[in-house]
C-alpha cells in the first residue's frame, strides 16, 4: 500500500473545503462583520477623538481588526467561488448510469 502524495492530499482537502458551502458562507460573513467593526473604530477614532497616543492606539486596533476581518473575508470568498470551479474541473461528473455509444 502507497502513501497518498502530497498533491493528492492537498487536492482531497481542497475539494472538501469547497463541499462545505454553509461553513464558507460563515467564514466570509464573519470575516465581514470583522472587517466593518475595525472600520467604524477607525473612522471613531478619527472623528471623534483628540490627537493623543489613546487616539492613535484605537486606530491601530481598529486597522489590524480590518486587515484581518478582510484576509478572513478573502479565505471565505474564495473558498466559495474558485474552489468550487476548481472542485467542478477536477472531478468527474459523468455517472454511471450514462453511456456515450
Known sequence: MTKPRLRDNLRLRLIRRADKVKQN??????G???FLLGFVILILAQFLLLD???RDLIALIG????ICGVIIAA???ISLSILRIFRFLL???KRPDQ???
Request: charge should be negative; avoid cysteine.
Open 25 to 30: 458562507l460563515i467564514i466570509l460573513l464573519i
Open 32 to 34: 465581514l462583520g470583522i
Open 52 to 54: 493623543s497616543l489613546q
Open 63 to 66: 486597522l489590524i481588526l480590518a
Open 75 to 77: 479565505f471565505g470568498y
Open 91 to 93: 472531478t468527474d461528473t
Open 99 to 101: 453511456s456515450h455509444d
